[in-house]
């Protein structure tokens, strides 16, 4: 009878936390598709904007106190008195809230509520001062988030050494810059004197059809058989144009995605698009079990970073699958294409350029961008740099590190979206995905050939060893955790040096 009385208790609490969620998912919703809207097709003038952002601060507020109530905590004290009574799943959901309500309870919900106003207005400001080159109109909206980023992180922190620490940890859980800076270091070593040997190779690459015009609207058709050639699902979500290409997960069956389309820059579609299909295909696969819970999205950035660098680069910048995709591309675009190789085509993408454009960066640059934003955003947090001193600091780095200046903001300091939105110590995850990516196709390949997958044109077999290996599982293990399952190894950055160094050394002939 005890043990009877015990299940039906478990049972009410199981059921009141579900009726809690309930809640949560409903507002959720709502602002994830505002927020996707607002990145989108809605209106950019202030009134617009200003009306958007007092309804995501109202929102926030009420998210703020349905999570941060005493009813609440007695529950989740509740479910934790009764831990070992509840599934693995929900054991992992009550320590990941437990985690959440402990910050919460520290933030005063004033400033819960003005700061969600003030991130939904410095996207629009951030967008007019790109587009405009200004970055003294930005300026303010950066100074008060940091403002906003260090009182709250200041507040919570949980996390032994600098404040930059408990940013890591917060999207990789277990990372700091101890061990960042030692990543870092590995990779610069090895890149570094490759991209010399590189830019010394006497192999000229062919680039002048990269910039022949292709009509926007056929862009976005052939990105929407891409998307479904590389296995995201259209039937549960959408693509859309964005000034930053991204993906949202408004529910568990409606995870859009965005590119970015340039009428001269046809790649920077097709590679925006299949970065964006493997955030997509990861939340479109993740298990019933935790699909619509608080387990239901990716296990850490940089796990997620793995598969959209992965479905980017590994898969589309290959030889196999430009040969696979290239006689299409020629169908599709024959005045474009028409005097074009098929290995014109594979040397013209994976040509390596220093240039300023992250988002644009070939593959074995890109992590010496992001280098640059972890440097600089360890000393804006730190406050050993202030705002308006960015912009030298940025160039003064991408000298350094890629021998080139930016000439103008927009180039430089204002191409990214992320610290609009307060995402101070996100940067790091897009290298750590790069190595991660690279670590998972050495394990991968002892279960299926990639090159012989990709040849028969059904990538299906690659999403399927995803789904089993990393995509059930959601949020259930920590990041290096799930890594460390899943490859029997800790994170090793010299799988990734070692395929640049293969990949790049064939197609300069070093």
Request: glycine share 4%; proline share 4%; charged share 25%.
């Amino acid at each position: 009878m005890a043990k009877k009385l015990a299940n039906t208790h478990v049972e009410s609490l199981l059921k009141a936390f579900e009726i809690h969620q309930q809640k949560n998912r409903a507002m959720s919703y709502v602002t994830n598709v505002a927020s996707f809207d607002a990145q989108t097709v809605a209106p950019k003038n202030k009134d617009a904007v200003n009306e958007r952002a007092e309804a995501m601060g109202y929102f926030a507020l009420e998210d703020f106190k349905h999570n941060n109530s005493e009813n609440y905590d007695k529950l989740l004290t509740d479910l934790e008195a009764a831990y070992d009574d509840l599934s693995p799943e929900m054991q992992r959901i009550v320590y990941l809230e437990r985690k959440n309500i402990e910050k919460l309870k520290k933030i005063d919900p004033k400033d819960y509520q003005d700061y969600a106003i003030l991130l939904s207005q410095a996207q629009v400001a951030w967008e007019n001062a790109k587009a405009a080159n200004d970055f003294a109109a930005y300026a303010p909206f950066l100074e008060r988030i940091l403002t906003y980023t260090r009182k709250f992180t200041q507040l919570t922190k949980t996390v032994n050494g600098p404040l930059y620490n408990q940013l890591l940890d917060d999207y990789e859980e277990g990372s700091t810059i101890e061990k960042l800076d030692q990543f870092f270091a590995s990779l610069k070593d090895r890149i570094v004197p490759l991209l010399k040997k590189i830019q010394q190779s006497k192999v000229n690459i062919r680039n002048d059809f990269m910039s022949r015009s292709f009509p926007k609207h056929e862009q976005l058709a052939y990105a929407k058989d891409l998307l479904t050639f590389l296995g995201y699902d259209l039937d549960r979500g959408a693509l859309s144009e964005s000034v930053h290409p991204f993906t949202s997960e408004i529910s568990p069956n409606d995870v859009r995605v965005t590119t970015r389309i340039y009428e001269n820059n046809f790649v920077s579609n097709i590679y925006s698009t299949a970065h964006e299909g493997g955030h997509g295909i990861y939340e479109q696969n993740l298990d019933k079990k935790v699909k619509g819970t608080l387990l239901g999205h990716g296990a850490a950035m940089s796990i997620h970073e793995s598969q959209s660098r992965f479905y980017e680069n590994v898969i589309s910048r290959s030889k196999t699958f430009t040969h696979v995709v290239f006689p299409d591309l020629k169908k599709k675009f024959p005045n474009q294409f028409k005097d074009v190789t098929e290995k014109e085509f594979y040397q013209a993408i994976n040509e390596v350029q220093t240039s300023f454009i992250r988002v644009e960066a070939d593959e074995l640059t890109y992590s010496l961008h992001i280098m640059v934003r972890y440097e600089l955003e360890k000393q804006l947090i730190a406050g050993t740099l202030k705002v308006n001193d960015l912009p030298q600091a940025w160039n003064q780095l991408y000298t350094e590190y890629l021998g080139i200046t930016p000439k103008t903001n927009a180039e430089g300091c204002l191409q990214d979206v992320h610290w609009s939105g307060g995402a101070f110590g996100y940067f790091p995850s897009y290298a750590l995905g790069n190595a991660i990516s690279i670590q998972l196709l050495k394990t991968m390949e002892k279960d299926l050939s990639l090159e012989e997958t990709i040849n028969r044109k059904n990538l299906t077999p690659i999403r399927e060893w995803f789904a089993e290996k990393i995509y059930r599982f959601g949020k259930f293990y920590p990041p290096f955790v799930l890594l460390k399952k899943v490859t029997k190894e800790d994170l090793n950055p010299t799988y990734y040096c070692d395929y640049l160094e293969t990949k790049f050394s064939e197609i300069y002939d070093l």
